[in-house]
């Protein structure tokens, strides 16, 4: 253990301690016994030696006051008057000064004093702390029942806090991911090359730095995280606050300590879509760009690099099929080559489960595709909206073997390529310790803020108090949200009108009906094949239609260009698709329909099943049948 000592000035006394934290890892237990060894190190003779002097100096002088008093001889008053012992002249006498005693080599008053008043600042601050504790818990906020005009108490409880790292790093009082200590959820030590990374592995060479187990990392715990805070708040010299703050990783208590329902670090999340997104899916495409780090030197001659050529051909497959994506699956890709650099974490998203593996085949070695291929496979289970325990385990699976080869492949231990172990890659070993302490990660990353944030940009409309602005029309706009459960409501607001009525030429709609049918229209007559595609349609409705003559069937409709479904989706048709060249193609659909299951069969009996068709839609068609569209 290499330790080094320091000198601290202590009000006036040297105290001399070990800065032990160096490198070496001790348990909290350990460090805390040796913090009070340290700075109680040259005080404990002194404070024995003011003991037994103080019950010697009471013993002497002052029990025999009492008796003095309660003598007939003479009161406290003839005592103090008297010229054989004043008690002024006592305390200025040679033989027991107080000031001379508190000032004596054998023990300083002042200290024991000071330490008395730090006591009860601490027992002042837990007080406060309870008390505010106590208030969180039993306060609520009186709300109003809009339905049932009734109060009542709402109590609401703060379970965790999502947001990006920097962010989350000020929340928690952190030093953040630039030191020695820069995760939240591990005790691991960064490895300081012009910059902190983090990796299990130490560059080969490197002496007195410790190796960790991927799969075993030291976590921090809650418990561990209120003696640092204890300790911080006991130390008294700014050089020992910053060497624990140094060791720890934590600055100082945060103010969501005092939520009962918050613990430290597991309360916190990780946001997959910062993490996972946009930072990994960036990195390790800058790798294969060749990109990645800043020497030039470094990016050559790197197994896993492709050339310009083939990312050309990349960025053209992807531009090409932009029309072609279903606009289900969000918005089309961007020329990945052209484009990656103002990509979005939706964009990046897409790119991982989506576009990568079937882009990437037989242009990456099958050693690093089959690499990406588990990084992929483990975000297809972390955005699944319900996950098991066996889905978990694969996940930490799947993401330890990616954070391994990763290792290997991309750092390799090479002192040179340690910048590639950024922290990023170091939180892939905790996202399944977040999702057990805090759910899914639907549910904490951060693609609702992002949208939050769009819309409240516009209501900010003054320059000089924009944040008082934006307060002042989110709470416009949310007493207009609860206008509908006010009397008044109802004189303001006219009730709805009957629903609009559209010509038939232009918006279909039918009561019995979520969809809706829009313009372009134009009559149509159907040919003998779309009739029997209608019969077969109308037998999962209508009895005994098997026994109908094509012929005696109605053959004209209106044809519609466009649908709007219950979901408000707009799924679009051939027939209107008329700019082949850039309009995307939005008429590419999956449907399950009940067909029959004898429909070609005139004499059995009807038997209807579910059916999945995928196809395209040449277009939507109204059509009457005894007095039914």
Known sequence: MNSQSIEVSDRGDNIQFQDFYQNTDLTMDEFHDKLLQDNNLNNDNDLQDLSDNDNSLDDNNYDNLEDYENSSDGSL?????????????????????????????????QDDYYMQELDQEYNNYDAQETSFTDDLNNRGTDCIDGNTKNHFILKAHVLSWSGDTPGLTKLMCFTGHNSYKGCRYCNIKGICVKHVYFSTIPPIGSNNLMSYDANNLP???????EKIIRNLNCIITQQAIESLQRNYGIKN????????????????????????????????????????FKNVGENSNKPYILNKTIWTEIGNLMH???????????????????????????EWMAWIIMYSLPLLKDKLSIKYYEGWALFVKAVRLCKKLCLFEEDISEIKILLLNFYKHYEKEYYGGIKENISAMKLCFHYLLHVTDSIRNTGPCWATWQFPMERICGMLIPLAKSRLHPYKNII???????????????????????????????????????????????FPTKKHILSQIQLKKIKENLSTSYNNITDLNLNSLPKEGIMYGRMLTKNKYFIGSKWINKNNDWARINHTVKVQIEVDKWANFKYRESEFVTKTFYGIIEFFFLYEFNDQK
């Not at 976590?219 to 995280?225: A, C, G, K, Q, V």
């Not at 994506?325 to 961007?334: A, D, K, N, V």
């Not at 509908?484 to 009561?511: G, R």
């Open 320 to 346: 090409t099929a932009r029309k072609m994506i279903p606009s289900y699956l969000g918005r089309p890709p961007r020329n990945i080559t052209l484009y990656y650099n103002s990509y979005k974490a939706e």
């Open 472 to 518: 002042n029309n989110v709470y416009l706009m949310e007493l207009f949200n609860h206008l509908p459960y006010h009397e008044i409501y109802q004189h303001v607001f006219l009730s709805k009108s009957s629903p609009k009525q559209y010509a038939q030429h232009l918006i279909y709609t039918d009561e019995y009906y979520f969809e809706e049918f829009y």
């Open 219 to 225: 976590l921090r715990s809650h418990e561990e995280y």
């Open 77 to 109: 008053k003839d005592y103090e008057n008297s010229s054989d012992g004043s008690l002024e002249d006592y305390e200025n006498s040679s033989n027991g000064s107080l000031e001379d005693y508190e000032n004596s080599s054998n023990g300083s008053l």
């Open 253 to 292: 208590q945060s103010i969501l300590y005092d939520l009962p329902s918050i613990k430290f670090p597991s309360s916190f999340a990780l946001d997959i879509m910062h993490l996972m997104f946009e930072n990994v899916a960036k990195y390790m495409v800058k790798h294969w760009f060749g990109v990645f």
